[in-house]
C-alpha cells in the first residue's frame, strides 16, 4: 500500500478519535456485528438469460419487454450458461453471499403441473457450486416475474387462486433446495410491483386505468396487495409447519422504501409524509407484523381497502423473520391538492414526491441519513425487527468508465449509514450490493446499470470486467479499513492497474 493511503487513513482514524466519536466514514467490516453479512445480488429475469431454453416458458416480465420491444432481454448476462464464471469472480471478491431469485415459470413453466428436471438441476447446480466456495445463497421465489400462463388463466395476483398455486411452488422449493438455503424472501418489493403493475401500468402486467389497455387503478393495486400478503403469510406458515424445525432457516418479505422528509415543517406536509409511510410501508408491514392495515389508510381508502377474515388476519400476523428492505435515494413530500397524472394511488393518499436536488429514478445522489430513517422508522414501528438491507446502489450510464469512483463514494456513504443504524440499536443482519453485474434493469433497460462487474452486451461472449466499484468493495470485504479520504488515493494508485483482468 502507498504511503499516502497510509497517511490518509491514520489522518482520518485521528480525527475520528480527536472529536471522541466513532465515525461512519472511516470504518472495516470488522467494526460490523459477528455474522454481518457483505453480499451483492441480481435477479433470474435480469441475469440468466436463455429465455427460450429448457423448458422455460414465459413470465409476465418476457411479455411486458416484447411488448415494448426491448433487444438482448431474452440472452440477458447468460447466467444461465456462465454461473460457474460467475460464482468465480464473486469467490474472487470474497462475497459472504449472493442474492438471486428463481424463474417460477423455468421451474414449473406453467406455473402449476410438472417440474422441469434441466431448471431442478440448474438451481441445484447454482446453490451447490455457491456453497463450494464459501458464499451464501440468499433466495427470492418471486422478483415480480409471474408464469404468463397464470396471468392469462385468471389475472395472477389479483385472483386468490394464486395463494394456492404459489404456496405449492414454495413448496418444491424447500423442499429441493432447503436443506442448502436457509434465507427465503418471498416476493420482491410488493409495494413497487403494484405501483407499477396495476397503478401507473409502467411495469408488468401493464394494468392501469388511464395509458393502459385494461384495468382499474383505483381497486386493483389493493386487491393484488391483499392477495399478495395472504400468499405470503401461506408460504410463510408452511414453511413452519414442514420445514423449519429440519432446515433451520428462515422467511421474510422485501419492501422498497425512500427516505421521506416533509417538503416544508407545515402541518400538511408532516401529515403527507406519515400517509408516504403507511403507503411505502404501512401497507405490507402492517399487516405481517399487526394483523390488518394501518388505521389511517383504511380511513383513506374505505370500502376499496381489503378485509382480513380474522383468520386471515391470525395467520398473517406475524408471518416474518426478518424484513428485506430496497433502498437507493430519498424524497421530499407535499402534501397534494390536485390529482397525480402518474397515480391512482398518489392522488388517494393526498401526497406528492419530490426528488431531493439533481437526484431521480435514474441518478442517485449520496444521502445515507435517508437509509438511516427508514431503519430508524421500522425499529421504532415496527418493534426492532431483523432486517437485511436487500438491495442498494447507484445506477450510472452503462458504457460510462469502468472507474466509477461515484458509485464508491455512494456505497461507501450508505454502508456508513448501516453502521449508524447499528450502532443506534437496529437490528442489521446483512447488506447486499445492487448489483453484483450489470443487468437488464427494469425500468431504464441497458442504458442505465448498477453493476461492480461491467457485461460488454455486444460481445457475443458478454466479457465481464471489474469495475473500480468490485476492487473497493473486494477490499472492504477483504478486512481494509476504508474512509471517504482514501477513496481517491486508492482509485489513483491501484484501479488502473486492475482494469483488463476477469479477476480479483
Known sequence: MEITIILSLIYSIFVCLALGARCSDVYSRHDFPEGFVFGAGTSAYQWEGAANEDGRMPSIWDTFSHSHKVDGVDEACDGYHKYKEDV???????????????????????GRGPLNPKALQFYKNLINELISHGIEPHVTLNHNDLPQALEDEYGGWLDRKIIKDFTAYADICFSEFGNDVKFWTT?????????????????????????????????????ATHNILLAHASVARLYKQKYKDQQRGSVGISVYGFGVLPFTNSKDDELATQRAKDLLFGWILHPLVYGDYPDGMKGLVGDKLPTFSEDE???????????????????????????????????????????????????????????????????QTYSN????????GKPMKHNSSLHDTARVEYIHGYIGGVLNSVRNGSRI????????????????????????????????????????????????????TVSSHSIMELHRNYSIAYYGHSSL
Open 313 to 379: 388476519s391470525e395467520h398473517v400476523r406475524g408471518s416474518l423473520d426478518f424484513i428485506g428492505v430496497v433502498h437507493y435515494t430519498s424524497v421530499y413530500i407535499k402534501h397534494a391538492d390536485k390529482p397525480s397524472p402518474f397515480s391512482n394511488l398518489l392522488s388517494e393518499f393526498g401526497v406528492d414526491i419530490i426528488f431531493i436536488g439533481n437526484s431521480s429514478l435514474v441518478e442517485y445522489q449520496v444521502f445515507p441519513w435517508g437509509l438511516e430513517e427508514v431503519l430508524e422508522y421500522l425499529k
Open 385 to 392: 425487527p431483523l432486517i437485511y438491507i436487500l438491495e442498494n
Open 429 to 480: 443482519g446483512g447488506y447486499f450490493v445492487w448489483s453484483f453485474m450489470d443487468l437488464y434493469e427494469l425500468l431504464s433497460g441497458f442504458e442505465y446499470s448498477f453493476g461492480l462487474y461491467h457485461v460488454n452486451f455486444s460481445d457475443p461472449n458478454l466479457k465481464r470486467s471489474p469495475k473500480y466499484s468490485a476492487h473497493w468493495y473486494s477490499s472492504l470485504l477483504k478486512g481494509m
Open 88 to 110: 468465480h469472480l464473486m469467490a474472487d471478491m470474497s462475497l459472504d453471499a449472493y442474492k438471486f431469485s428463481i424463474s417460477w415459470s423455468r421451474l414449473i413453466p406453467y
Open 187 to 223: 416476493i420482491n418489493e410488493p409495494n413497487i410491483f403494484v405501483l407499477g403493475g396495476y397503478d401507473s401500468g409502467m411495469q408488468p402486467p401493464g394494468r392501469c386505468s388511464v395509458i393502459c389497455a385494461r384495468g382499474n387503478s383505483s381497486t386493483e393495486p389493493y386487491i
